[in-house]
Structure formats: C-alpha cells, structure tokens
T-cell receptor
C-alpha cells in the first residue's frame, strides 16, 4: 500500500517556465489537497478537491491551477513559475467526513526551486 | 475562520528530559485538533487527534496532548524524549462545520534533542 505518492521529488525551474506536480493515492480517498510549506509559515492550502472533476481554491491559490480528472490523481500546475513559488509542496488525501474525521494522509513532498 | 499559534518556533531539549509544545487556536466554531510530526526530509504523519470526549489524548511514540476549551489550547507533551524525537511538530485545527476536512496549520515548532 503506497499511500500518497508525489512526483517529482525535486525540480529546479527558471522564472517563467511551466511544470506540473503529480499526486497519486491508492486509498480510494474522495478528498485531495495541495499545500505549500515555507519556513516559519507552516503549511498553507493552495487548492483542494472533494471528488473527481471538482476543484476549489484554498488560502493561497494565485499562480497555480489544478485538475482532478481521475479520482486517484490530483495535479498541481504552475503556468509561469516565479521565485516566490520556491517551496516544498505536499499533497494529502482524506476520506469523507463521518468516515474517519479529517485524518489527512500526506505524501513525502516535492521540493521546487525557481531561479 | 480559524487560526493556530504555536508559541515556540524552536525548543531545544536534552535526551530523557520532558518537553511541552504549546498550541493556541482561535475559532468562532467548534474544532477538531491535531498534532502532526515531520521528520527531516519526510512528509507529515499524525501524532494524535482530539475529536470529542476525554480532553487528554494519547498518541504514538509516548506523546499526549490536553484540550483546554476555556484557554483554547492544545499543548503537546512527552515525559522523556529520545534523540529520534528530533523533528518539526505542527498543530492543526479543522472546523466541525467544514465538510471538506481542510486543516489550518500553525507555523511549526522545531524540537532539537541533544545527548
């Protein structure tokens, strides 16, 4: 049981380049989330999805887009990377409320550097 | 909206000494409370959670936390730490009214255990 898998683990981009981070979960979870982690700021929610084909904005959505075409995958895209997007990105998944009460399972993270 | 304040950014502690990590939250609605741990270069894993019932919650690796509603606190304690407890610890809250399981994280507390 792999849980939540993120690819790639590391990436270096130049300003203006685009890229996609992939998150895959094998637990049949309905809910998926993308967070970014920055020193002294904890984790902040970028976007989330409560089911296949649905996405919603979190606390810091600007500069990012997401898609959930398949239940098991949640993609985070940067169309034009900026140095302010240098961060560690975490994907998480969760069962619906009432079936496990908000216990998120996290991936190992993807470290992105934008030069 | 909810907010979480972790009162210490870094806590140095000697091996076999006790440790307490402080967490205060603010919310206009009732919340679930969580502590997550992040070991170096890894994702987050759940230490313990408070959903309802007894205000003293026991988690993995000998950690426990006490929910104090009047003081809106959820402090984490361990009576005797090991070198392997060196990690970053995050307090998080989720509103009971949030059907999507979104978590609001504190900024984190880095625990450094030395011999």
């Amino acid at each position: 049981n792999a849980g939540v898998t993120q690819t790639p683990k590391f990436r270096v981009l130049k300003t203006g380049q685009s890229m996609t981070l992939l998150c895959a979960q094998d637990m049949n979870h309905e809910y998926m989330y993308w967070y970014r982690q920055d020193p002294g700021m904890g984790l902040r929610l970028i976007h989330y999805s409560v089911g296949e084909g649905t996405t919603a904005k979190g606390e810091v959505p600007d500069g990012y887009n997401v898609s959930r075409l398949k239940k098991q995958n949640f993609l985070l895209g940067l169309e034009s990377a900026a140095p302010s997007q240098t961060s560690v990105y975490f994907c998480a998944s969760n069962r619906p409320a009432g079936s496990g009460a908000n216990v998120l399972t996290f991936g190992a993270g993807s470290r992105l550097t934008v030069l | 909206a909810q907010s979480v304040t972790q009162l210490d950014s870094q806590v140095p502690v000697f091996e076999e000494a006790p440790v307490e990590l402080r967490c205060n939250y603010s919310s206009s609605v009732s919340v679930y409370l969580f502590w997550y741990v992040q070991y170096p270069n890894q994702g987050l894993q759940l230490l313990l959670k408070y959903l309802s019932g007894s205000t003293l919650v026991k988690g993995i690796n000998g950690f426990e936390a006490e929910f104090n509603k009047s003081q809106t606190s959820f402090h984490l304690r361990k009576p005797s730490v090991h070198i392997s407890d060196t990690a970053e610890y995050f307090c998080a809250v989720s509103a009971l009214t949030d059907s999507w399981g979104k978590l609001q994280f504190g900024a984190g507390t880095q625990v450094v255990v030395t011999p």
